[in-house]
């Protein structure tokens, strides 16, 4: 995950950078995934007024596109980035952005470990949701 300025002077943009990765076993649901449907990060919920967006770069795109911040329900600690339909090609290199108040930084917004935040990307079916976990570099 890398820190960039954000839209504002008072915004950090925070983006994980999406690397596709060979199958271990290419008949699995995961194996067989050719589409990157939505990625779920996990966020705290308490400081949802932080989250001032959310930006998508598919790799290949020359500009981020922006999206209003999407939450699971209330105390699901899940920021939702839906309707990506990324190809593998689009996904690899692609990136997910939260772009948060500096009143706040990516260390405390991040829920469950310390200095890692935790996202999961969903094939169109749902049966394939890897979660990794991002530090910032």
């Not at 589409?35 to 795109?61: T, Y």
């Not at 692609?94 to 094939?123: A, P």
Request: glycine letters at 6%; proline letters at 7%; one cysteine or more.
């Amino acid at each position: 995950m890398y820190a960039y300025p954000g839209r504002k002077p008072t915004t950090t943009l925070y983006c994980f950078t999406v690397k596709v990765l060979n199958a271990t076993d290419p008949t699995s649901p995961c194996g067989r995934t050719d589409k990157l449907f939505k990625a779920e990060i996990w966020g705290d919920d308490k400081q949802r007024q932080k989250l001032k967006g959310i930006a998508v770069q598919p790799a290949g795109a020359k500009n981020l596109t922006y999206r209003s911040p999407s939450w699971g329900a209330p105390g699901d600690q899940t920021i939702k980035v839906s309707q990506l339909n990324w190809t593998q090609q689009q996904a690899d290199g692609g990136q997910i952005c939260l772009e948060l108040d500096s009143t706040t930084d990516i260390n405390s917004f991040c829920m469950y470990d310390f200095k890692t935040c935790w996202i999961n990307f969903f094939h169109e079916s749902l049966a394939c949701c890897p979660l990794y976990p991002s530090s910032i570099v």
